[in-house]
């Protein structure tokens, strides 16, 4: 059925496929939208970085720490709560990300970050966010309506790095985006829904996870990917999914295979590998395989492309995307919707009136 174009697009109402197959367009739009964004100059040198946001308005940010992990000699903070961290103060620089600009924990957040008279940038399409920044002078970047927020995700990493750059933290990343986008055109390309089943990676992934309980399995720069995937999976494909890293996992995941096979020949584990994996790394991963995963129900292992870091990382990542669609297409589920997270917020605003509470705050501090 992965290979019926037309049951496709009945089963994918909303079009998750065709924004993810075309996720490097996304990605040379965003770097050409932030060719205007100037910063103020008391934004250089801050102690350190937070990245305000929920779900797929946040992985951006944890991309960016996973990707600059070692090249960046101040922290970054990634906030995911209503609360901001004590020590994010005045002089550390604050992107708030909300796709929706509605997002009250960020928006919570944001309003928290200006009392402390932190370094604001925001990223998003519009709502209350983009409100309060043009209320309270604060920066910002408008991007494209009409995306779900997770398909949305080059326009919430790509200005995030153009803004590290122009801020002089970085330097001389074009090279490395440029490759990047060509991975993301080259995956999309290869695992287009036109490309017949057998020569197609991401549908056999999908037909492989299909009535498992997938678990995926990173490590270093690639703990980002494995979530991306596992939020990918929970949001697209209406499944469970865990996922965790090496070596951590050594210490205490492993173990829980330990259990019933009866148990755990339900899940699928996915491993993220890299063919410059450092030697202690692949040898935990070659070892827990042969004493721990060989219980799991099906044990499969995707690896990176590309010479540089990044695109090495969105290569997988872009895998993932296309994997968790075609995992939603065989389940004959409309990978858009999430009715969970819409009845919650609902139910929230209606009991809360946060961002309520939130407008009138910007009024005093006007």
Aim: a positive charge.
């Amino acid at each position: 059925m992965l290979d019926d174009f037309e049951n496709i697009k009945r089963i994918d109402k909303s079009g998750m496929l065709e924004s993810s197959l075309k996720s490097f367009e996304l990605a040379v739009d965003a770097i050409k939208l932030m060719e205007s964004i100037e910063f103020p100059e008391d934004y250089a040198n801050p102690s350190s970085i937070a990245v305000l946001g929920m779900g797929g308005s946040s992985i951006g940010g944890e991309l960016l720490k996973d990707w600059l992990s070692d090249k960046l000699s101040i922290p970054i903070e990634i906030c995911n709560d209503y609360r901001l961290p004590t020590h994010i103060k005045a002089n550390s620089l604050v992107f708030a990300i909300s796709y929706s600009g509605e997002t009250e924990e960020t928006l919570t957040a944001f309003i928290e970050a200006y009392k402390r008279k932190c370094r604001l940038f925001a990223i998003t399409s519009g709502g209350h966010l983009r409100e309060f920044c043009k209320k309270l002078r604060i920066p910002y970047l408008t991007i494209p309506k009409g995306y779900a927020p997770r398909a949305a995700l080059p326009y919430m990493f790509f200005p995030l790095a153009i803004s590290i750059e122009k801020l002089g933290l970085i330097s001389h990343i074009k090279k490395e985006i440029d490759e990047t986008i060509q991975i993301l055109k080259e995956v999309s390309k290869e695992n287009h829904a036109n490309k017949p089943f057998e020569d197609n990676l991401a549908k056999k992934l999908a037909f492989e996870l299909y009535g498992t309980i997938p678990v995926i399995y990173g490590f270093r720069h690639y703990a980002s990917v494995a979530h991306r995937w596992k939020t990918q999976i929970n949001e697209n494909s209406k499944l469970i999914c865990h996922h965790y890293v090496f070596p951590e996992l050594n210490h205490n995941e492993a173990v829980g295979w330990e259990t019933s096979r009866r148990l755990t020949k339900k899940f699928s584990i996915v491993l993220l590998r890299d063919s410059e994996e450092p030697p202690e790394i692949r040898e935990r991963i070659e070892i827990t395989k042969s004493i721990a995963f060989k219980k799991a129900g099906k044990l499969l292992e995707v690896k990176a492309r590309g010479n540089s870091r990044l695109a090495r990382m969105f290569s997988l990542l872009q895998l993932g995307d296309l994997v968790s669609v075609y995992l939603a297409i065989l389940q004959r589920k409309d990978p858009t919707p999430v009715k969970t997270i819409s009845k919650v917020k609902k139910e929230l605003k209606k009991r809360l009136r946060t961002v309520e509470k939130l407008e009138r705050e910007v009024k005093r501090l006007l």
